[in-house]
C-alpha cells in the first residue's frame, strides 16, 4: 500500500510535499494531514486481555444523540497494521456524524484463521454493548473493512455462529461494508496469506462467498476497476451476484481512478477526489432502514 501511495502522490503534488511523504509513512502523512477538529477521541479500549484486543473510538464533536455506529477493520494480509494507523478513517466518519470504532486485533503468526475473527466479533460485541456511552445507537451498527478487514466484516456479516459466541447475530447488524475485500480467494497464490488459512489445506468455509443465505444484512461493496491484488471480478462481482440471487439487498460500486490501496485513502481529506467512497458510505449508513 506504501509505494502505491507514494506514486499517487507523485503524480498530483509538488516536490515539497513529496519530499515530506517519503520522509514518513503515506498513511502518516494522510493522518497528519486530517484535522482533529471534527472529533473526540478516546483510544486504547479494551475488548479483551491480549494487548492487540484494543480500539478507540471517535465520536463526532457535535454529537447527535443515538448517532449510527460504523465499526472498521483494517487490512494487512491478516499479519500486519495498526488502528493508529488510519485516523484519517475514523475522522472521515465522524465528520458525516458518524461514531466510528476502530480495533485492531491479532494477526498472524500469532494466531491463525479463524481466531483473528472471533477478535474481530469480540470488538463488535463490545460497541453493541457499550457504544451508548459514546451517544451511539447499537441498533444502528454496521460494520466496515478494507481488503483483509473487508473479509473480516464480511464473515462476520455472512456467517452468524462468529457473532453468536459472543451474543449476537448478524440481525442485530443494519448492513456491512466492504472495501476492495477478498471474498473467494481460494486456491491462496499469496504466499504471506498461506499460512494463515493452513495452505495448501485451506478450509472452504472459511470463503464468504461460501456463507449467502436469504436473511444476511444488507451490503455496499466498493472496489477499484483496476485492482491488481484482489479481482474485482471475481471477489466484489460475483459475491454481489450471489447475495441478489439469495434475495439480499446490495449495492456494488467500481471506481477506475483508484486501486487496492488507495481505494481506502480516499476517505482522507486530500485524497477524497478520486472517488466518491465516503459518500457512498455515508449515504449507505444514513437511508439504510432498521429491519
Not at 472529533?39 to 471517535?58: E, N, S
Not at 476492495?180 to 495448501?200: M, S
Request: aromatic share 10%; with cysteine.
Amino acid at each position: 500500500m506504501a509505494n502505491t501511495i507514494r506514486r499517487l502522490f507523485k503524480a498530483c503534488i509538488g516536490g515539497v510535499l513529496l519530499a515530506m511523504v517519503v520522509a514518513c509513512s503515506p498513511l502518516k502523512m494522510l493522518n497528519a494531514l486530517t484535522p482533529d477538529g471534527t472529533f473526540d477521541k478516546t483510544d486504547g479500549i479494551a475488548y479483551g486481555g491480549d494487548p492487540r484486543q484494543k480500539l478507540d473510538v471517535y465520536v463526532p464533536r457535535y454529537p447527535v444523540k443515538n448517532a449510527p455506529v460504523v465499526v472498521f477493520f483494517y487490512g494487512g494480509s491478516w499479519n500486519s497494521g495498526s488502528r493508529s494507523d488510519y485516523s484519517f478513517v475514523g475522522e472521515a466518519l465522524a465528520s458525516r456524524g458518524i461514531v466510528a470504532v476502530l480495533a485492531d486485533y491479532r494477526l498472524y503468526p500469532q494466531v491463525r484463521y479463524p481466531l483473528f475473527l472471533e477478535d474481530c466479533a469480540k470488538a463488535v460485541a463490545w460497541a453493541h454493548d457499550h457504544i451508548r456511552e459514546f451517544s451511539g445507537d447499537p441498533e444502528r451498527m454496521f460494520l466496515m473493512g478494507h481488503s483483509s478487514g473487508a473479509y473480516n466484516v464480511a464473515m462476520l456479516a455472512l456467517e452468524p455462529p462468529l457473532l453468536e459466541a459472543v451474543g449476537m447475530s448478524p440481525h442485530d447488524l443494519r448492513g456491512w461494508i466492504g472495501l476492495a475485500g477478498p471474498y473467494d480467494f481460494l486456491p491462496i497464490k499469496n504466499p504471506e496469506v498461506r499460512p494463515v488459512f493452513f495452505w495448501p489445506d485451506s478450509p472452504p468455509q472459511s470463503q464468504p462467498i461460501n456463507h449467502i443465505s436469504r436473511g444476511a444484512p444488507p451490503a455496499l461493496l466498493i472496489a477499484a476497476k483496476d485492482d491488481d491484488v484482489v479481482n474485482p471480478t471475481r471477489n466484489t462481482g460475483g459475491l454481489a451476484n450471489k447475495l441478489r440471487a439469495a434475495g439480499v439487498a446490495v449495492q456494488d460500486r467500481y471506481y477506475a481512478r483508484t486501486s487496492h490501496a488507495t481505494l481506502v485513502a480516499t476517505l482522507s481529506r486530500p485524497l477524497r477526489g478520486l472517488a466518491p467512497v465516503l459518500d457512498e458510505v455515508t449515504s449507505f449508513v444514513k437511508s439504510t432502514p432498521s429491519q
